[in-house]
Structure formats: C-alpha cells, structure tokens
C-alpha cells in the first residue's frame, strides 16, 4: 500500500508502481490529463484538486484519505 511521510506525488508514482500502471495507463484510467498526472507525480502540482484526487486514488484502488493522508 502506499507509504507515509510522503508527498501526494510519491505516494501516486509508488502506488502506480506496485500495479504495474504506465503513466499514460493511470492517466486513462483516472479520467484526467496525462499532462496533469505528470505534474503531480514530480511535484509541479502539490495540491491536486479533490475531484483529481478522487479520481487517481479510484484508479489506484485506493481511499482518498490513503492518498492525502
């Protein structure tokens, strides 16, 4: 599952990893930019919008609290 003490970013590109997801593939799958998703996972954006959040830890199969926390 995804780890503590990390940033919204690392805890996605962690997650993305241990299901074998491409960026390209998470992306399609959350329904959002690959663009966006990029920025997110080096820490261009930090604070994603909750309507993103909610879609990336959907897409991670994991709880939004998982993702934020």
Do not use: F, H, W
């Given at each position: 599952?995804?780890?503590?003490n990390?940033n919204i970013?690392?805890?996605?590109?962690?997650?993305?990893?241990s299901?074998?997801?491409?960026?390209?593939a998470?992306?399609?799958?959350?329904?959002?930019?690959?663009?966006?998703?990029?920025?997110?996972?080096?820490?261009?954006?930090?604070?994603?919008?909750?309507?993103t959040?909610?879609?990336?830890?959907?897409?991670?199969?994991?709880?939004?609290?998982?993702?934020?926390?």
């Amino acid at each position: 599952m995804v780890g503590g003490n990390q940033n919204i970013g690392g805890k996605v590109k962690l997650q993305r990893n241990s299901l074998s997801l491409t960026q390209e593939a998470l992306a399609r799958k959350a329904d959002i930019p690959y663009t966006t998703l990029v920025k997110i996972e080096t820490g261009k954006v930090k604070n994603p919008s909750v309507e993103t959040a909610k879609k990336i830890a959907c897409a991670l199969e994991i709880t939004i609290d998982e993702l934020i926390s």
